[in-house]
């Protein structure tokens, strides 16, 4: 019984010190690494499907070839796009 209880404080001590160290050391370089995701794939998306706006970039055909990978995404898209936008979303 004691051996168990020292076995889990041990473990969660340890994933304690693992989360302070992924904190210090990568918590910054993986938000960036997303953000730069998120922005790389709006581009993706307004390139291919650009046209719904208005923004014929990429010919039809190559277009109509992605849409079923696209389809999924097209509404958040829209929505992350024509979203109002604040000086204060810059700093997040």
Same mark, same amino acid.
């Given at each position: 019984?004691?051996?168990?209880?020292?076995?889990?404080? %041990?473990?969660?001590?340890? &994933?304690?010190?693992?989360?302070?160290?992924?904190? !210090? %050391? %990568?918590?910054?370089?993986? $938000? +960036?690494?997303? =953000? #730069? *995701?998120?922005?790389? &794939?709006? /581009?993706?998306?307004?390139? #291919?499907?650009?046209? !719904?706006?208005?923004?014929?970039? /990429?010919?039809? +055909?190559? %277009?109509?070839?992605?849409?079923? +990978?696209?389809?999924?995404?097209? =509404? #958040?898209?829209? $929505? $992350?796009?024509?979203?109002? *936008?604040?000086?204060?979303? !810059?700093? +997040?």
């Amino acid at each position: 019984m004691k051996n168990e209880k020292e076995k889990k404080l %041990s473990e969660e001590a340890k &994933e304690a010190v693992k989360g302070i160290f992924y904190g !210090m %050391s %990568s918590h910054g370089m993986v $938000r +960036y690494m997303l =953000k #730069t *995701r998120m922005y790389l &794939e709006h /581009l993706l998306m307004l390139i #291919t499907i650009g046209d !719904m706006l208005g923004i014929p970039i /990429l010919p039809p +055909y190559y %277009s109509l070839k992605l849409l079923p +990978y696209m389809v999924p995404n097209i =509404k #958040t898209w829209k $929505r $992350r796009l024509f979203k109002e *936008r604040d000086i204060t979303d !810059m700093l +997040y």
